[in-house]
């Protein structure tokens, strides 16, 4: 699937500002890369061992400017965008968030967080202003 929309600059660092700033992490850099179906099942299975592909994989570093890399891939998040009848911005702008939300620990192993994630993402678009 390829995709030739456009990417919600504004609203994407308006998020990840507003993450960063309720959580309190200053001058933190972090490197988001969007890429493709393919490039992203790479990653899951040399890291992870995982076949097949994600929306979101982060890789948080130990640097004590820079927080991490997080990739997106587009165009599951156009499949995603589509199943669960939301907007690609929304979509996108939530996977963003929740690989965010893993650089800063959390974790989404088990239902409770799960909930605790998609309940912070919600809220988050609610704050921006997403449409669904």
């Known amino acids: 699937m390829y995709t ?3 990417l919600p600059r504004k609203k994407l660092l308006d998020a990840i500002e507003l993450v ?3 959580f309190k992490v200053k001058a933190k850099a972090l490197e988001l890369i969007y890429v493709n179906k393919l490039y992203i099942r790479n990653l899951n ?3 992870f061992g995982v076949p097949g592909a994600t929306d979101v994989i982060s890789f948080p570093f130990e640097e004590e400017d820079f927080l991490g890399e997080i990739y ?4 599951t998040v156009e499949k995603q965008a589509k199943i669960y009848n939301t907007t690609f911005e929304s979509e ?3 996977v ?3 690989g965010l939300l893993h650089l800063l620990g959390f974790k989404d192993s088990t ?3 799960k909930e605790e ?3 912070l993402e919600d809220s988050y678009l609610l704050r921006i202003r997403v449409e669904e």
């Open 4 to 6: 030739k929309k456009r």
């Open 20 to 22: 960063l700033q309720d």
């Open 45 to 47: 299975r040399k890291f």
């Open 72 to 75: 997106v891939s587009v165009d």
């Open 92 to 94: 996108l702008i939530r």
């Open 96 to 98: 963003t968030i929740h």
């Open 111 to 113: 239902e409770k967080e």
């Open 117 to 119: 994630m998609h309940r």
